[in-house]
């Protein structure tokens, strides 16, 4: 997720500090907000410090498919 906190950072010209509070938010929203066999994947996928599932790699045929990928992760 360090890169993505990075990414936001950079591109809404904020520091890392900030975006790791933005990123926070919205992966807490879609975590709430999705089903939850796809929300319990969220961090992981993203590379977060959630439970350790996805390893921070996209699973081709898991729920999100290759969205970490479309993020740069």
Same mark, same amino acid.
């Given at each position: %997720? @360090?890169?993505? =906190?990075? %990414?936001?950072? @950079?591109? #809404?010209? =904020?520091?890392? *500090?900030?975006?790791? $509070? #933005? ?7 879609? $975590?709430? $907000?999705? /089903?939850? /066999? =796809?929300? *319990?994947?969220? @961090? ?8 350790? @599932?996805?390893?921070?790699? #996209?699973? /081709?045929? *898991?729920?999100?498919?290759? =969205?970490?990928? $479309?993020?740069?992760?």
């Amino acid at each position: %997720m @360090e890169a993505l =906190i990075k %990414m936001v950072a @950079e591109r #809404a010209g =904020i520091d890392e *500090g900030q975006a790791a $509070k #933005a990123v926070e938010v919205i992966v807490g929203q879609l $975590k709430d $907000k999705l /089903p939850e /066999p =796809i929300a *319990g994947q969220v @961090e992981g996928l993203l590379g977060g410090d959630g439970d350790g @599932e996805g390893g921070g790699s #996209a699973d /081709p045929g *898991g729920a999100l498919g290759g =969205i970490g990928k $479309k993020f740069g992760l």
